[in-house]
């Protein structure tokens, strides 16, 4: 991996401006082409390497400016000054505001475009852990693998989905304004992509009361959505989320306890 990073920093003509930053995915490297701040990522997880090549694909669309890609994943991207505005936008007390530049970065990413890479997973394939899930440990998961079966079944507005869309993965790029970085790509109902918005961006405020209620409103209004569909799209990616995470033994609570707001607004049963 060292090999790799020191030939593409020659092969890009890039200088080291920061120290190696490791991930469980892949590795990152702050670095200035031609003078001006940019990431250097090596991704060395399936996952990252098709979320590379979709925001290559995706060429400024809703996405985090590409500089130089490689066949393996491998990318150079401008990188933000600001990467972490979006979070203290919404912990400060602008919460409404937050959530509309999500929705408008939503909007660039799901528009319609020709030759989609194959590299875009099918959203029925991250759904398959839920049932197996809601059977082993119960509870509100059975009410989110519920509303998944029925969404994903008459899905709609079938588009290229960000896949993991959230305050800390939404940032400020100076006159190209907001853009995303580290997707998922994902092919769905462009629904599914609002809906980890209401588990971010930290359990006190996606737990607090009225908040779910409020957001998915404002969504609902700037995105276009049926705010009910929405809901379960809220619900359903929820208990998806609490899935893998008990999956991995971690704690679920944030979570289980959006998918049991978003259940209640619902009036799903228990």
Known sequence: MHDALEELLALWDLRRD???LVTPAARLLPVTHGGRPAMLKLPHEEEEVRGSLALAWWDGRGGAPVLASAEDGALLME?????ARLTAMALGGRDDDATRVLCDVARGLHEPFPDVPASFTPL????????????????VLHASHEAAS???????????????????????FG???????????LLGERGFDFANILCNPDAGLALAPGRLERQVNVISERAGLDRVRLLRWVLAYAGLSAAWTLGDGGDASLALGVAEIARRALSFPA
Not at 79 to 83: A, K, V
Not at 175 to 185: F, H, S, T
């Open 124 to 139: 029925e394939t991250w759904f398959r852990a839920l049932g197996p899930a809601a059977g082993l440990h119960g509870g």
């Open 79 to 83: 990188r933000s000054p600001e990467p």
């Open 150 to 172: 029925a969404l994903l079944a008459d899905a709609r507005d079938v588009t290229t989905l960000h896949g993991d869309l959230h305050h800390g993965n939404v940032l400020p």
């Open 18 to 20: 920061g120290d190696v």
């Open 175 to 185: 006159e190209r304004g907001w853009l995303a970085i580290d997707p998922k790509a």
